[in-house]
């Protein structure tokens, strides 16, 4: 388990869309939390990726989120591992960016089957807890628990900001303190 690198880091949003996301356990959390997430991540220029599941049938990502995310690029897919999507894999891979920071719906299948291909990949993955979610939240638990086991790292938006920011004296300390608050 490391601690996140700026330099090293890769933002994916992985299916908050409009049809998934009132379904989910505590979906007002969570989509406050994928908010700062991707703020965090616009403040400090990491590249983003963002996912959504057969968006025909499912919706769009969420307005607030694609608002925050207006310099990432959308890919739609069909797998559950967004890894096993070729677009997907290979703009990830074009960030050169060897750790990924994962976020999104739902927990126990697209989130989870993407951290573990991650890894299986040779990434280095975080799961950012708060900014992740299922229709249960014992789904959503084992999860976690599945993932930390494979060796995921669990973080919070917070500590993954303060990891990226590596000390005050950093000069996104003040705007990232902002949207932290």
Do not use: W
């Not at 307005?63 to 591992?81: G, H």
């Not at 927990?107 to 299986?120: D, E, P, W, Y």
């Not at 950012?128 to 789904?139: F, P």
């Amino acid at each position: 388990m490391t601690i996140v690198n700026a330099e090293e880091a890769a933002v994916l949003l992985i299916d908050v869309q409009e049809r998934l996301l009132p379904a989910m356990h505590n979906p007002d959390h969570l989509l406050e939390r994928c908010a700062v997430l991707l703020r965090v991540a616009k403040e400090l220029a990491l590249p983003l990726v963002v996912t959504e599941q057969y968006p025909r049938g499912l919706g769009r990502t969420v307005a607030p989120l694609i608002q925050e995310a207006s310099d990432a690029r959308v890919f739609p897919k069909v797998t559950f591992d967004a890894l096993a999507d070729r677009a997907i894999s290979r703009q990830l891979r074009e960030t050169e960016r060897p750790t990924l920071v994962l976020a999104g719906i739902e927990a126990h299948i697209c989130v989870l089957q993407t951290a573990l291909s991650a890894i299986r990949s040779g990434y280095d993955v975080h799961v950012v807890a708060g900014a992740v979610s299922s229709r249960r939240s014992e789904d959503a638990a084992v999860a976690l628990a599945r993932l930390r086991q494979a060796g995921v790292s669990i973080t919070t938006v917070e500590s993954f900001a303060f990891e990226c920011l590596g000390s005050a004296e950093n000069p996104h300390f003040k705007s990232i303190s902002k949207i932290i608050r």
